[in-house]
């Protein structure tokens, strides 16, 4: 398995290039995990079933022919949802956790330096910045022959 934080400061396009890569990524045959973090979220909706039994106390998974949803009260640890779900998939883009250990890819839209991050393995800008490699913002193929380059070394 390998993980690749995408960070950036807000509105910068870090949802936007996860969106383009992933079907490049699952076009070349593999299987992608997303996690986005968030600082508050819903997913279920007052009332209903499942958002009963997790008021109820119990963790829960929602399931349906087509998608799975898991709720739970497990904080927000990278470590921790790598070890479950990590190893199901050939590749995991994590949006945000900057401060993980992570190869990170850094997103820049307006700003001009690249924020003092540790393991910065790669920039997106559509400006010259003093980092190799840099993507362009709309070189989603870029990113991704990187990403699998680097998932084969």
């Known amino acids: 398995?390998?993980?690749?934080?995408?960070?950036?400061?807000?509105?910068?396009?870090?949802?936007?290039?996860?969106?383009?890569?992933?079907?490049?990524?699952?076009?070349?045959?593999?299987?992608?995990?997303?996690?986005?973090?968030?600082?508050?979220?819903?997913?279920?909706?007052?009332?209903?079933?499942?958002?009963?039994?997790f008021r109820s106390g119990a963790d829960v998974i929602i399931t349906s022919k087509e998608t799975t949803a898991y709720v739970s009260r497990f904080p927000d640890n990278l470590e921790f949802l790598l070890e479950i779900f990590g190893r199901l998939y050939d590749v995991v883009i994590v949006e945000g956790f900057k401060s993980s250990n992570y190869p990170k890819i850094v997103v820049?839209?307006?700003?001009?330096?690249?924020?003092?991050?540790?393991?910065?393995?790669?920039?997106?800008?559509?400006?010259?910045?003093?980092?190799?490699?840099r993507f362009r913002r709309d070189d989603y193929e870029g990113v991704a022959d990187f990403i699998i380059k680097k998932i084969k070394v």
């Open 1 to 53: 398995m390998k993980v690749f934080c995408v960070v950036g400061y807000s509105n910068s396009g870090k949802t936007t290039l996860i969106e383009k890569v992933i079907p490049i990524l699952r076009e070349r045959g593999l299987s992608v995990l997303a996690i986005k973090h968030a600082r508050r979220f819903e997913v279920d909706r007052e009332g209903k079933d499942s958002w009963r039994l």
């Open 108 to 133: 820049l839209k307006d700003e001009r330096e690249i924020p003092k991050l540790e393991n910065v393995v790669a920039v997106v800008s559509d400006f010259e910045v003093d980092f190799d490699p």
